[in-house]
C-alpha cells in the first residue's frame, strides 16, 4: 500500500528553537517529494526534492531527502510565531499520482 | 482513517465538452470540501471551499459559471469543468475537513488528484 508518514503529528516549541519534521514514504515509482506550508487554506509551496543528498534551502528553512531510506526531513531554524502552521509532505508517484502526509502541526510559542 | 477519493485519476477530453470530477470522503463526514489546481511549479492553487448544502465560495478570478462545484451531501462533492480549453489542463486536487471552515487553518485530507488533458 502506498502511504506517506509524517511525525510527529504536533510538535510545540520556543521561539528561537530548531525544528525538525520528518516526512517517510512507501510509493512505487517514485517521482518527487514535496513540502508545503499551510496557514489559513491554501496550502504554500517550500520545496520540491527529486534527488538525494541535496539539500533545498530557503532563508531558516531546509529540507532534504534521503531515497534510500524513502525519507524527507524540513529544517526550521531560529524558528518564530509565524512559523506556526501545519506542514504537509507530498509525494508524486507512479504516472501521475499524489499522496499528502496528515501533516506536521507546529505551534511556536513567544 | 480520513481517506479521501477522486475520480477519475486521469480523464482527457475534447476542446469545448465538460468533465466532471468527483471528490469523495470515504470515512468521514466532511462538512467542508476544497478545490485546488496544481501548477507546474507545484503550487496549489485555491479555486473554491464548498460546505455541504450551501453554495461555494470561489477565490478571486476564478469562474463559478466555469467551475462548477456541487457539494450535494457530507461525503461527496463534484467539480465540473464547463466548455473545457486546453488551458484548463492541470491537476485538480480536492481536500476534506470534517470541521466547519473557521478562521484559522485546519485538517485537511487530500485526495490522490485527478489529471485533466484538453485536446
Known amino acids: 500500500e502506498d502511504k506517506v508518514v509524517q511525525s510527529p503529528l504536533s510538535l510545540v516549541v520556543h521561539e528561537g528553537d530548531t525544528v525538525t519534521l520528518n516526512c517517510s514514504y512507501e510509493?512505487?515509482?517514485?517521482?518527487?517529494l514535496l513540502w508545503y506550508k499551510q496557514e489559513k487554506k491554501a496550502p504554500t509551496f517550500l520545496f520540491m526534492l527529486?534527488?538525494?543528498?541535496i539539500e533545498k534551502k530557503s532563508g531558516r528553512l531546509s529540507s532534504i531527502l534521503d531515497k534510500k531510506e524513502l525519507f524527507s526531513i524540513l529544517n526550521i531554524t531560529a524558528t518564530q510565531t509565524g512559523d506556526s502552521a501545519i506542514y504537509l509532505c507530498?509525494?508524486?508517484?507512479?504516472?501521475?499520482?499524489?499522496?499528502f502526509g496528515k501533516g506536521t502541526r507546529l505551534h511556536i510559542l513567544p | 482513517g480520513a481517506v479521501v477519493s477522486q475520480h477519475p485519476s486521469r480523464v482527457i477530453c475534447k476542446s469545448g465538452t465538460s468533465v466532471k470530477i468527483e471528490c469523495r470522503s470515504l470515512d468521514f463526514q466532511a462538512t467542508t470540501m476544497f478545490w485546488y489546481r496544481q501548477f507546474p511549479k507545484k503550487s496549489l492553487m485555491l479555486m473554491a471551499t464548498?460546505?455541504?448544502?450551501?453554495?461555494?465560495?470561489?477565490e478571486q478570478g476564478v469562474e463559478k459559471d466555469k467551475f462548477l462545484i456541487n457539494h450535494a451531501s457530507l461525503t461527496l462533492s463534484t467539480l465540473t469543468v464547463t466548455s473545457a480549453h486546453p488551458e484548463d489542463s492541470s491537476f485538480y486536487i480536492c481536500?476534506?475537513?470534517?470541521?466547519?471552515?473557521?478562521?484559522?487553518?485546519?485538517?485537511?485530507?487530500f485526495g490522490p488528484g485527478t489529471r485533466l488533458t484538453v485536446l
Open positions: 464548498s460546505n455541504e448544502g450551501s453554495k461555494a465560495t470561489y
Open positions: 507530498a509525494v508524486f508517484y507512479r504516472d501521475d499520482k499524489i499522496i
Open positions: 481536500s476534506a475537513s470534517p470541521k466547519v471552515l473557521a478562521t484559522s487553518y485546519n485538517e485537511q485530507f
Open positions: 510509493v512505487t515509482n517514485f517521482r518527487s
Open positions: 527529486t534527488s538525494s543528498g
